[in-house]
Structure formats: structure tokens, C-alpha cells
């Protein structure tokens, strides 16, 4: 495939800088994931353990994937279907990634808006004092439940939220996405440093270090791998085409590898830090770590209460929540956004609006099978839990496979280096070693961690 060859649509607007870019992808990474997620899933998983498999995930799986999904976004700089489309020929059946990316992204919209909508009521109600009052943390559990299960509040906090991205989006990609993140993730790793210092100054608070960096492979299963690799995939907005978008967003000045290792560093050290700052607070108020989905909603507002200032400390949490979920519900939005447009050549407007339409009829279903519709269930999961296992589970490692396997096999490997290294303005001295990761070691990991996480669950 000659750059000739692509269809006008290439002809689209591209992140301004390198730091923009690098911005608009952490911002896509950090999420609820990092915060919401990784350390109740490290809490459930053995803390210690958990992290040091993650990391060794991230780092070698991970990033593979990542400049694989970079290859194909930017070379072709279209939406995930076409892109796939343009690489692999017109009635190829490596389509099939790029539509189960997409629409995977739209399963994760139904259930992450849901979760962001809970993070602005939680805001809300710590700016306005509701955890300064002394509440035991059953009262706290009681509460969130019948939050949760309130068939208005929570699906009126999902609008509000769906509302904020679509406007986003709808200014576009420079003065949109990239200007959010290029103000969004410094603020965030300022809060999270302020956030970092507090809790490690509680007493005790050692404690809930020792138990997220000390290893207890006692708990280590099967599930313990598959739960760690979902969880990398997830974090990093892997296997669904996300990257693949943003990265066709990306100038040919754009370092891949350098962006790659940068937004995984970044990403992971949100996640630990995450970790930093809840554990040690857990652990100084003497309460269990092992908690679950629950973790941040229960757990951390029973700590705040107990502390100084407590809803000054509750707000900054919160906050620090909503900005690390907005910039990555943009993400989530835009490629099925910018897929109508490339595809149906909707106007950005349209698609957006479609978008946007398809994650509200989506969310207001899952976020009421938590409550009035709670009763409809299959294989024992609420219509919520089914869109996250669905695609985190089954949809985003199986499409992470696949797209590494396609640019392992399928791509020329010179064709790959010129990419990678933007025709040779950067150095990639690794190819080799890297193109082997990309044919064998990653595939068959996916793999071995896959099966043997559904078979020893
Ligand atoms: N990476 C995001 C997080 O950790 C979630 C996400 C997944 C965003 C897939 C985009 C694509 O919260």
C-alpha cells in the first residue's frame, strides 16, 4: 500500500504537537481504570502479586500492542474499520477487529458513563459538605446503594456527563480533545500528587504500602492473570481501536515508540499512585482493602469523614475522578464517532449526535439494571456487568490479538520499521526483537492467559 492510495478522507485534522498528542492518549488511558478500578481489582487480587504481574503485562504486552494499533491508525489515518479496510483489502475478513472495536467502545460507553455520572454525584456531595457529617460506613454503603439503585439521580448525573463529552466532542479534534487534555492531565497529576502527600502522612499509613508492593502469591490464579491482563488492556485503551484513532490524529513528526513508552509509563504510574493514595488511607482508619467495585464509593468517603478537612480532601478525589473520566469518555466517543463520519460521511455533527444518542439509550439500560431492572439477568450478571465483562473480558483482549497478529504477520516488516520510525527519523534499534514479540511471544501469551484464565476460573 502506497500513501497514494488512501482515500480522501486522509485529508483530516491532526493533534498540533507531539505533546498534544502524547496528552490526548494518557488522557484516553487514565481513567476510571486507574482509579476506580486497578486497586480494588488489586485489593481482590492479592495486592503485591497483582501489581508485579501487571506490570510485567503493561510493559511487555502492552506496548506491543500499542505501536502495532499506532501502525495501523497512522499509516492509514482513518477510523478503525476503514483503516483495517485500506490495509488488508476490500473484502478481507481482517475487517472484523476493526468493527469489534468500534462497537466495543460503544459497550464500554454503556457502562463507564454510569460510573463517571456516580463520580459527579459524589463530587457534588462532598463540595457540599455531605461527608463532614458522621456517617458509619454501613450508613455509607446504604446510601450508595440506594443511590445506585435510584432509577432518576443516577441516570440524571449520566446525562449531565454524556452532555459534557458530546460538547467536547463536537468542537472537534485541535480545539476539542486536545485542548481538554493539554489542561486536563496536568491538573490531574497535580491533584493526585497533593492527594499522594496527605495519605502518605496519615499514620499508619505504611501499612497499606506494605501491602500493595508486598507480593502474596498465595492468592495467584489463573483468573489472577486473566484479571491482570484485562486489566492492562483496559487501562491502556487497548484491543478496541481507541488507539488506533488518536494515533491517526498523529503527525509523521510524532515519535511512536517514544509516545508508546511515554503514555504506558504515565498510565502505570497513575495506577500505583492510585493505589498510593488509597491504600495507606484504608489501612489508617483501620479498614479492610479487599473491598470491591465499592471500594471508592463506601470505603474512601467512611476515610474522609474521619479525617480533617474531610470534604475538602472528598472534593479533590472527586474531581480528580471526573477529570481522569472525561478525558476518556472523549476517547470512547470519538471513535464511534469519527467511524459514522469516515464511513457514512455524516458531518461531525451528526455523528456526534448519533453517538451520543446510542450511549444514552445504552446507559440509561445499564444504569437501571442496578436497580428497577435488576431482576433481568443472564449467566447471573445485570445488564451492566454483562457490557463490562463482554468487552473487557472477551472483546478487548481477543481484539488485541488480533491486531497484533495482522501486524506481525500480515504487514511487511519493512513496511512496519518505516512506520515505526517515521521513514527513518527515528531510532528503533529493537525492531527486530520487537517484530518477534509481535509474531509469537504476544499472541501466544494472549493466548495461554486467556483460555487458562476461563479454564481455572
Ligand atoms: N483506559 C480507560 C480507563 O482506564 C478506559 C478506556 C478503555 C478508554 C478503552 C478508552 C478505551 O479508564
Known amino acids: 500500500m502506497n500513501p497514494s492510495s488512501l482515500p480522501p478522507s486522509v485529508h483530516r485534522p491532526l493533534f498540533h504537537s507531539q505533546i498534544g498528542a502524547i496528552f490526548a492518549a494518557v488522557g484516553s488511558a487514565v481513567g476510571l481504570g486507574n482509579i476506580w478500578r486497578f486497586p480494588y481489582e488489586a485489593g481482590q487480587n492479592g495486592g503485591g502479586a497483582f501489581l508485579l504481574i501487571y506490570l510485567v503485562l503493561v510493559f511487555v504486552l502492552g506496548v506491543s500492542v500499542m505501536l502495532a494499533e499506532f501502525f495501523i491508525g497512522r499509516k492509514t489515518h482513518q477510523d478503525a474499520v476503514t483503516a483495517m479496510q485500506t490495509l488488508a483489502g476490500k473484502r478481507s475478513a481482517w475487517i472484523i477487529p476493526g468493527y469489534m472495536g468500534v462497537y466495543c467502545a460503544l459497550l464500554i460507553n454503556g457502562f463507564y458513563f454510569v460510573v463517571a455520572g456516580w463520580t459527579l454525584e459524589y463530587l457534588y456531595q462532598s463540595a457540599s459538605g455531605a461527608f463532614g457529617s458522621n456517617r458509619t460506613s454501613e450508613e455509607l454503603g446504604a446510601a450508595f446503594s440506594l443511590f445506585c439503585s435510584n432509577p432518576l439521580r443516577p441516570v440524571f448525573w449520566m446525562l449531565v456527563f454524556i452532555g459534557m463529552t458530546h460538547g467536547i466532542i463536537n468542537f472537534g479534534v485541535q480545539r476539542g480533545i486536545e485542548r481538554v487534555s493539554k489542561i486536563a492531565m496536568p491538573l490531574l497529576f497535580l491533584i493526585l500528587l497533593i492527594l499522594g502527600v496527605r495519605s502518605l502522612t496519615l499514620p499508619n499509613g505504611m501499612q497499606g504500602l506494605r501491602f500493595l508492593f508486598t507480593p502474596d502469591f498465595s492468592q495467584v490464579t489463573g483468573g489472577t492473570f486473566l ?13 478496541m481501536g481507541c ?20 503514555i504506558t509509563l504515565l498510565d502505570t504510574l497513575v495506577a500505583v499512585l492510585a493505589g498510593i493514595v488509597i491504600f495507606p488511607a484504608v489501612f489508617s482508619f483501620g479498614i479492610a482493602p479487599t473491598q470491591g467495585p465499592d471500594l471508592v464509593f463506601i470505603t474512601l468517603p467512611s476515610v474522609f469523614q474521619q479525617m480533617p478537612f474531610g470534604s475538602l480532601w472528598a472534593s479533590l478525589f472527586f474531581a480528580l475522578l471526573v477529570i481522569a473520566a472525561l478525558t476518556s469518555t472523549i476517547s470512547l466517543h470519538e471513535v464511534f464517532t469519527v467511524y459514522l463520519q469516515d464511513r457514512f460521511r455524516f458531518s461531525r455533527a451528526t455523528s456526534t449526535g448519533l453517538t451520543s444518542f446510542a450511549c444514552v439509550v445504552l446507559g440509561v439500560f445499564s444504569s437501571l439494571s442496578l436497580g428497577m431492572l435488576s431482576s433481568f439477568t443472564l449467566g447471573g450478571m445485570t445488564f451492566f456487568d454483562q ?13 488485541a490479538l488480533i491486531f497484533c497478529v495482522f501486524v506481525g504477520w500480515k504487514i511487511p516488516p519493512k513496511t512496519l520499521q518505516a512506520e515505526l520510525t517515521s521513514d527513518g527519523i527515528y531510532n528503533f534499534r529493537i525492531f527486530p526483537f520487537f517484530h518477534f514479540l509481535l509474531r509469537y511471544v504476544v499472541p501466544l501469551a494472549i493466548l495461554m492467559i486467556f483460555f487458562g484464565g476461563f479454564l481455572r476460573n
Request: aromatic residues 16%; contains cysteine; positive net charge.
Open 243 to 262: 488507539m488506533v484513532t488518536y494515533s491517526s490524529y498523529f503527525e509523521k513528526s510524532t515519535s511512536l515508540v517514544k509516545s508508546a513508552i511515554w
Open 387 to 399: 457490557l463490562d465483562f463482554l468487552s473487557s473480558k472477551i472483546l478487548m483482549p481477543m481484539g
Open 227 to 239: 484479571c491482570a491482563m484485562s486489566q492492562a488492556f483496559f487501562s491502556l485503551s487497548l484491543g
